[in-house]
Antibody, heavy 119, light 109 residues
Framework: EVQLLESGGGLVQPGGSLRLSCAASGFTFSNHDMSWVRQAPGKGLEWVSGISYSGETIYYADSVKGRFTLSRDNSKSTLYLQMNSLRAEDTAIYYC????????????WGQGTLVTVSS | QYVLTQPPSASGTPGQRVTISCSGSSSNIGSNYVYWYQQLPGTAPKLVIYRNNQRPSGVPDRFSGSKSGTSASLAISGLRSEDEADYYCAAWDDSLTGVFGTGTKVTVL
């Protein structure tokens, strides 16, 4: 059974940093692309970033480019999202997804972790 | 930012057919596959249609998808109370970003 378990969310002040982690199990992590999708309270879904299975190719939404860094450790089956210079508009539930790179195909989702940016 | 446009709401009585539209452009829907997600209240989204019109295993055949040009549609036939949810379309954009639709709330009357 595919499981994606996010952690690292919480309350942070504007301008602060957080690192989200996503521990994957139930599939061969190193063979699959991964992505993060977020959802602001009461709003729709927004693609944040995606990474190829090898980690060699990474894409970011314009809204986070230069502030967020996506990475993966295939030896630990873990995906990371380093978030710097956080803004109020980054407040959202962040979902880790198993995905097909460069597509809108997110076939498995974690339960999400809430990031709140507020003073 | 939302690049794909959906109607904010749709509704029907049990047993009816409901259709949700998703409008994009030549750089996303026009040149890439479309995917559809169902989000029940308080839960993570779930894939219900992939590659325009394919259903993952376990998704009822009441759900169907289609695409024409720069638009796509999700149809739910034989509407049931458990279909009441938010639905989102998604695609890849040639600007190297993923894009989602604005979302449609389906209400079963």
């Amino acid at each position: 059974e595919v499981q994606l378990l996010e952690s690292g969310g919480g309350l942070v002040q504007p301008g602060g940093s957080l690192r989200l982690s996503c521990a994957a199990s139930g599939f061969t992590f190193s063979n699959h692309d991964m992505s993060w999708v977020r959802q602001a309270p009461g709003k729709g879904l927004e693609w944040v970033s995606g990474i190829s299975y090898s980690g060699e190719t990474i894409y970011y939404a314009d809204s986070v480019k230069g502030r967020f860094t996506l990475s993966r450790d295939n030896s630990k089956s873990t995906l990371y999202l380093q978030m710097n210079s956080l803004r109020a508009e980054d407040t959202a539930i962040y979902y880790c997804t198993k995905s097909q790179f460069t597509s809108g195909w997110f076939d498995y989702w974690g339960q999400g972790t809430l990031v709140t940016v507020s003073s | 930012q939302y690049v794909l446009t959906q109607p904010p709401s749709a509704s029907g009585t049990p047993g009816q057919r409901v259709t949700i539209s998703c409008s994009g452009s030549s750089s996303n829907i026009g040149s890439n596959y479309v995917y559809w997600y169902q989000q029940l209240p308080g839960t993570a989204p779930k894939l219900v249609i992939y590659r325009n019109n394919q259903r993952p295993s376990g998704v009822p055949d009441r759900f169907s998808g289609s695409k024409s040009g720069t638009s796509a549609s999700l149809a739910i036939s034989g509407l049931r109370s458990e279909d009441e949810a938010d639905y989102y379309c998604a695609a890849w954009d040639d600007s190297l970003t993923g894009v989602f639709g604005t979302g449609t709330k389906v209400t079963v009357l």
